[in-house]
Nanobody
Framework: QVQLVESGGGLVQAGGSLRLSCAAS????????MGWYRQAPGKERELVAA???????NYADSVKGRFTISRDNAKNTVYLQMNSLKPEDTAVYYC???????????????WGQGTQVTVSS
C-alpha cells in the first residue's frame, strides 16, 4: 500500500558529507512524522532525526550540529543532510513515516528497505 524508497547512501571518508533522500508513494492520505533511524552491526536500531509535518525537528545527541533533517510535504519526501561524518556513523540508515491511508484509518508506521552508509577513517 505504502512504499518508502531511500537513496543517497554510499562510502565516504571521515569529514565528508552525504545526503539521503526518502520518497513515500502509494495509497497515502496523510503523513505525520517522518524520520531516519540507523542500525550498526551488533547494535539496536536508533533514532537519528525526526521531523513533524509542521517542521519541528528532533535529533540524537550524537548527530546534533552535523546532520540536518528536512522534508518536502508536496513530494512526500524526507531528506537527511549529513556533514562532518565520522566512522561511528557507519550503519544502515532506514527511513520511517507515520501514514494514514484514508481519513478513517489509524496512523501506521512504514519503513524503507535501508541504505548503507560507510564512513572510512
Amino acid at each position: 500500500q505504502v512504499q518508502l524508497v531511500e537513496s543517497g547512501g554510499g562510502l565516504v571518508q571521515a569529514g565528508g558529507s552525504l545526503r539521503l533522500s526518502c520518497a513515500a508513494s502509494g495509497r497515502i492520505f496523510s503523513i505525520n512524522a517522518m524520520g531516519w533511524y540507523r542500525q550498526a552491526p551488533g547494535k539496536e536500531r536508533e533514532l537519528v532525526a525526526a521531523i513533524t509535518k509542521s517542521g519541528s525537528t528532533n535529533y540524537a545527541d550524537s548527530v546534533k550540529g552535523r546532520f540536518t533533517i528536512s522534508r518536502d510535504n508536496a513530494k512526500n519526501t524526507v531528506y537527511l543532510q549529513m556533514n562532518s561524518l565520522k566512522p561511528e556513523d557507519t550503519a544502515v540508515y532506514y527511513c520511517n513515516a507515520e501514514v494514514r491511508t484514508n481519513w478513517q484509518s489509524r496512523w501506521l508506521d512504514y519503513w524503507g528497505q535501508g541504505t548503507q552508509v560507510t564512513v572510512s577513517s
